[in-house]
């Protein structure tokens, strides 16, 4: 079994990261853990899941009671992974990490993967049909905090493992969660954005999808920001989807109709990357605004950082549906495996820049991926 195998992270990931500081290497897993697994494992044997290190415990979390799944401990497992929608490159990379993740357990026969395309009824539909399939788990990114919990709740009970990732869903009946703090994202960028703006002045935004906790809780974290400042005012906003074309579409619109905006608050990492092109096309000078750790935002960041331009990058990193599967087969195999993780993880600032951006790499990945390098070049080299 290669290396990579027993961590999801390349030994080229590992010298990158020493490489590029302490936080670099949280972002991108533990090392560490790698050389000791590959000692405690041997060929033949059941895999010795070790999440990523940007991973923690969260505050309550306990250990998955592992006896509910004995049954389903045979080492041949079908495991589904349940997607909101594929529409943006942020969810490109998630795919083709989770697929790569899953293809180093041998303890995976099956691995069965459904598109909801923001419909809670077809994801609905989808997870019945993964039922009808045998699942021994299901790892779902929602469509919905609360359309899909009936479903998942009869799922649980059946004693499928049911792992949440990336946006949450209003049910007790989960075996693990893993989730950022997006509540924190929107925080983080909200503080900035005041801070820049010197705690007043007319800022927009490019919201994602609405409905999803991801959206509803970055914009949450956003408010309680503003709301300390009395003087910043929303004047416009736009659910963009996420993406880099209807965020171009967003930000020409909300410029055309705001001579005077002092800020952008973006909720990711491509619309910002538009947002900053929309607003030099039109001749506008830059404003202070806020992004995410997309490469493409990054080159578009350092290239008018000389100019005065600065923004902020809070971390969503892809790689969590990949950890949902990794944590999957903890669970069945009887490892342990704590009931809920969160992302550790701290903004990436100006001096972050140089280390992260990779010009041999195109707009569309996302900094911290998991994937070997070799792959990553494959589908994003230049």
Known sequence: MPFAA???VSWLACSRAKNGGERVMRFLGT????????????VGAQTTVVLNSGLGAAEGATLVDGSRYEARRDGKYTIGFSNVFTGNSWVIQLLEEAQWRADQFPEIERYIVTDANFDPAKQVADIEDMLAQGVDAIVINP???????????????????IIIVAADAETEKATVRILADQVKFGRDGGEFLAAAMGG?????????????????????????AFAKNPEIEVVGEVYAQWSYDQGRQACESLALAHPQIDGVWSSGGAMTQACI???SELGRDLVPMTGEANNGF???????????????APQNPTWMV?????????????????TEYQVVSEPFTSADLDKLYRPDLNDSY?????????KLKELYGN
Request: charged share 20%.
């Open 322 to 338: 990949a950890e949902g599967i990794a944590a999957a087969v903890g669970v069945l195999n009887g490892q342990d495996i704590y």
């Open 6 to 8: 027993l961590s999801g």
């Open 277 to 279: 092109e929309v607003f």
């Open 200 to 224: 007043k002045g007319k800022v927009i935004a490019l919201r994602g999808i609405a409905g999803i906790s991801v959206d509803t809780d970055r914009w949450a974290g956003a408010a309680e």
């Open 366 to 374: 996302w900094v911290g991926s998991i994937l070997p390098d070799d």
């Open 298 to 312: 990054f080159g578009a960041w350092q290239k008018n950082r000389d100019s005065g331009f600065d923004s902020i």
């Open 143 to 161: 469509t919905s905090p609360v359309a899909v919990v009936p479903v998942l709740e009869k799922a649980y009970d059946a004693g499928v493992a």
């Open 31 to 42: 090392c560490t853990a790698l050389a000791a697994t590959l000692a405690a494992s041997s």
